[in-house]
């Protein structure tokens, strides 16, 4: 072979090595996603009696969490294959609490925000006519802040003032949903996640002539999240 020969076929080969190269990276798998969306949270609340000192509180006193709406976020980390670790959050969705039982006629009795992050295990099965669905379960994390009762449930029970005190929660998540890709980058997530949730909430009523009363009550809340995002993977 002439030098020029060996010259040629070294650029050549050089070429080829660059392109695979480069094609390496631009059809490489993104490993990650960053997606916002609108969730639609429907709880399923079940609470016990309030309770507190005898002769203070009739019995048959429960409790109800309204659905709301909310800001969703979402980050994802691709870990081995169609695994990845999903990191689930949002904008703390303001619950706005009935009385039930015998104190309905009360109404609104307590708001509170509530943050509820979770992280979660999920996979993804390979494209079903275009979209891309999705199995996943994991743990959350639920505090809360913003806490006030209102001037129903204090005037109910001839107070002057009342506050509230809810325990923070782990609890279990499970999702699933699919994805639609709208090119290679964008995506469209539908989903839906049941998060088991329960506290304790301990409610304290200044009262004239008695002094400090303390009622307790226990909720499972329990919602269901409809989520509609879209997400940039990169």
Known sequence: MTGANKNNTMAAVLFLAFFCSKAHAEFREPMNAV???FAEIHFH???????????????????????TQTLAVIYERQISGPWSLVLQGGAPPTLKVDAT?????????ATAKAWFPAVILKYT???VWGFRPYIGAGVNYTFYTDKHMTDAYTNGFRGTSSSVK???????????????PLDDDW????????????????????????????????AEANPDAFGLLIGYKF
Do not use: C
């Open 101 to 109: 039982g015998t104190a309905k006629a009360l109404g609104k009795i």
């Open 125 to 127: 099965f390979h494209d």
């Open 35 to 37: 997606k916002l969306g």
């Open 166 to 180: 809810l325990d923070n929660t782990w609890g279990g998540v499970m999702k699933f949903g699919a994805e639609f």
């Open 187 to 218: 995506v469209i997530d539908v989903g839906y996640s049941h998060y088991w949730i329960k506290t304790n909430a301990t409610i304290a009523t200044e009262t004239p002539g008695i002094g400090r009363i303390e009622r307790t009550i226990q």
């Open 45 to 67: 609340t079940s609470t016990s009696d309030l309770e507190g000192p005898p002769g203070t509180t009739p019995p048959g006193i429960t409790a109800n969490i309204n659905n």
